[in-house]
């Protein structure tokens, strides 16, 4: 990080190296779609697989509703209160979309750092005419509250990895949950001492300048207020599922340059094949937390 970094922290990490936030990608993604598809017909599952960018595709969500105690029974209480999930590092918002579709009894605000990223998703919410109970804000989290907070949930995929100030973040991240609310997140950590190709290949093409072990991701966690926390090491899932990502992309080479031409293809597939090296090696580990705020 550079000597200012305390000045914007968040947007210190370089994101140019990363092929899946480069613009332009959801959006020939949503011409494409709308070339077999009327407008007025797109709901937030159709926006769902080029707006998210974990693993296992709905499984986070589903895991993540499961535990905040949702339920798709729109006829269960609908006198009581919304619960408030805050999504951090929202990205497109696949996920909070087709929550806040198929979740009757939630609402979701979605932070995300990146403008062009925010914008996109706003717009994708609006399409879906999902607005009233999707809000979105494009902020840094160490320089601006959230609106709307504090939050009954806190849900987070893919994101944390990219903010090496962890205690800082996670004190903040805590600061926005009501006492007693729940988090899930999916996050990168360094299962075994990282070489210095896993380095290199997490500072470039993942925009992760930083990994904590497990003892100290476990320590930070409880510094910030986060007690009953259940570590869930995936890696025996994510590593075929990246894989598999990374083979399927390549045999659709035809058609993703026709999407999105050959410079784009390339850069994703670069980024597809770095992660699918790094969990390959498998020094890097990847790891679902569920934690709630004491
Ligand atoms: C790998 S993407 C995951 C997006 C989304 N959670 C998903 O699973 O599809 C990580 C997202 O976090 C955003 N991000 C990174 N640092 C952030 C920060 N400090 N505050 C908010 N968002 C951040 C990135 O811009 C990117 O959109």
Redesign the pocket.
Known sequence: MSPDSTAN???D?D?QK?G??IDGRTKNELDELLAAKKDAEITARDLYGF????YLDDG?MNEAASFFGLSRDDSVDTDAPPKKIL?????????ARVMASEFPGCELTC????PH?HAAAERFTALVGASARCKHQC????NEPVVNAPFDHL?????????PERDR?WRSLAATLKPGGTAYV?DYFAARPLTDEDKAQLAGPV?CPYLPSREEYERTLKDAGFVDVRWETMNERWAPFVSSRLAKFREARDRNVRVHGEALTAELDLFYSTVQQLFARGNLGGVRIRARKA
């Open positions: 922290p968040a947007m990490v994101f990363m899946i936030y707006s998210c960018m974990h986070p999504d951090f590092g929202a990205g497109f918002a696949g996920d932070v995300e750092v990146q990223i902020l840094d989290i160490f849900f987070s995929v893919l994101v944390i990895l990219h903010i973040l999916e925009a």
